[in-house]
Nanobody, 124 residues
Framework: QVQLVESGGGLVQTGGSLRLSCAAS????????MGWFRQAPGKEREFVAA????????YYAAFVKGRFTISRDNAKNTVYLQMNSLKPEDTAVYYC?????????????????WGQGTQVTVSS
């Protein structure tokens, strides 16, 4: 069993930056693909970014490419999401997710573990 705890959300102005962290428990973190998803009020949860077990490959939704960067530190059991050039439409609850596989996918159905989420609010 893996537990995921997100942190780093908050209120930021348009154009600002935030760095989200997701701390994982368990000794098998380094064998899991990890992803970030988000859910805005009244909308479905959507894929944001994902990273392979060893950090060798990263994947992004088209709407965040060039602005967000996903990374991981397996020694610290932590995955990060650096968010730059934030826009009001980035406002959402951001969730960290883990998949019992070396390779990440973009569907919420493919992930086995979820954090509780952290709120990101971008003011205009």
């Amino acid at each position: 069993q893996v537990q995921l705890v997100e942190s780093g959300g908050g209120l930021v102005q348009t154009g600002g930056s935030l760095r989200l962290s997701c701390a994982a428990s368990g000794r098998t973190f380094s064998t899991y693909a990890m992803g970030w998803f988000r859910q805005a009020p009244g909308k479905e949860r959507e894929f944001v970014a994902a990273i392979k077990w060893n950090g060798g490959n990263t994947y992004y939704a088209a709407f965040v490419k060039g602005r967000f960067t996903i990374s991981r530190d397996n020694a610290k059991n932590t995955v990060y999401l650096q968010m730059n050039s934030l826009k009001p439409e980035d406002t959402a609850v951001y969730y960290c997710a883990g998949r019992r596989s070396l390779v990440p996918l973009t569907s919420t159905r493919e992930y086995d573990y979820w954090g509780q989420g952290t709120q990101v609010t971008v003011s205009s």
